[in-house]
C-alpha cells in the first residue's frame, strides 16, 4: 500500500534523496517550470510564507511523491491512496494522468482553491476531544471539520483566526493537543466550495487514462476503488467536503492491507498509522536514508 502525503510537512530537505536521480529528473523539471524557480533552490532559499503558500506548497509535495514513486520503480502491484492534495500524487501513480499532466492538474487545482478561498484562511488541529465536541466548537467559531483522522485527531479549517480562537478554547475544553498549522487555505470546508466547479471541468478536460496494471487506486473519501467519472467528481467534492481519513484507513485494514508506504513529504501518515494500528509494517521514505534503504524494505 502507499500513501501519498498531503501539505504541511515540506521542508528545506524534502528532494535531497532525488539529487541526480535519472528517475525524478523530469518530475522536477515539470514542477520548476510551474512554479518559475529550480526546485531545489526553492525549498533551500524560499521563505516560509513562499514554502507554505498553497500554489507552492501543493506542486512540491505533489512533485515529491511523484519523484519517490519513480525513483522506487518497480515498486510492483499496489494500492495507492491519497491524504488531501496526495489525492492528485495517487492518481498519478496509479497512472491515470502521466506526471506532467498530474502536476498541471495540480497547479490548477491550487488556483481553483485560491480564487475560491480567503486571503485569511488556514487550517489548525485539535487532538484528545470526541468529536460531537470539535463539532460544537468548530461551530462557535464558524469553523468546519476539514479532516477526520484516527486517535481523535480532526484537521479544522476556517479563517487563521477563527481556527486559531478555536484551537484556544478547545485547549481550554481539555484538548490534548490544538494549534494552527502551516496551510494557507482552508481545504475540504464549505468556504471552498466556488472551486469545486471549474476544478472539475479541468479534470474532465485531462481525459484520464486506464490505470497501470497492477495500480488499484482507493479514493480518500470512502476508501472506495475510484473508476471513471464518478471519481472525477469525487475527486473534485473533495475540495469542500470533510475527509473521513480514519474510515478510510480503518477500510483498508479490513481490505487486508499489511504493508504500507508513505512516498511523503514527512512522516504524519506513516506515524498515524503506527499508532493506530501498531501491529502493521509501516514504514515512510523519510524514515530512510537511501533510497537503496528503501527498495530494500520494499523487496522483504
Do not use: K
Amino acid at each position: 500500500m502507499l500513501l501519498c502525503s498531503g501539505q504541511g510537512r515540506q521542508d528545506r530537505a524534502m528532494f535531497d534523496l532525488f539529487v541526480d536521480q535519472p528517475a525524478a529528473a523530469p518530475i522536477l523539471a515539470e514542477a520548476t517550470a510551474i512554479l518559475g524557480q529550480d526546485v531545489h533552490q526553492l525549498v533551500r532559499t524560499a521563505a516560509d510564507d513562499r514554502l507554505h503558500a498553497n500554489a507552492t506548497s501543493q506542486i512540491l509535495c505533489v512533485a515529491r511523491g511523484l519523484a519517490a514513486a519513480a525513483c522506487l520503480e518497480p515498486i510492483g502491484p499496489a494500492l495507492v491512496a491519497g491524504y488531501s492534495v496526495g489525492e492528485m500524487t495517487a492518481w498519478g501513480i496509479a497512472g491515470l494522468w502521466s506526471p506532467a499532466a498530474t502536476l498541471r492538474l495540480t497547479a490548477a487545482r491550487a488556483a481553483a482553491m485560491d480564487a475560491a478561498g480567503g486571503a485569511e484562511d488556514g487550517l489548525g488541529f485539535v487532538r484528545g476531544l470526541p468529536r460531537d465536541a470539535v463539532e460544537a466548537l468548530v461551530a462557535r467559531f464558524d469553523c468546519s471539520i476539514a479532516i477526520v483522522n484516527p486517535g481523535l485527531l480532526f484537521v479544522i479549517g476556517g479563517t487563521r483566526a477563527q481556527v486559531a480562537a478555536c484551537c484556544d478554547a478547545a485547549l481550554s475544553q481539555g484538548a490534548a493537543t490544538a494549534r494552527p498549522i502551516a496551510v494557507r487555505v482552508a481545504s475540504h470546508t464549505r468556504r471552498l466550495s466556488a472551486a469545486v466547479a471549474p476544478f472539475q471541468a479541468a479534470l474532465l478536460e485531462a481525459q484520464p487514462a486506464r490505470p497501470v496494471r497492477g495500480r488499484t487506486l482507493i479514493g480518500a473519501t470512502d476508501a472506495a476503488i475510484v473508476r471513471g467519472a464518478a471519481g472525477i467528481a469525487g475527486l473534485a467534492a473533495q475540495l469542500d467536503t470533510t475527509i473521513d481519513w480514519a474510515a478510510t484507513l480503518e477500510a483498508l485494514v479490513e481490505r487486508g492491507v499489511d504493508r504500507l508506504l508513505e512516498l511523503g513529504p514527512g512522516t504524519a501518515l506513516a506515524d498515524m498509522v503506527r499508532a493506530a494500528y501498531p501491529t502493521l509494517d509501516v514504514r515512510a521514505v523519510d524514515d530512510f536514508r537511501s533510497l537503496a534503504g528503501v527498495t530494500a524494505w520494499i523487496a522483504r
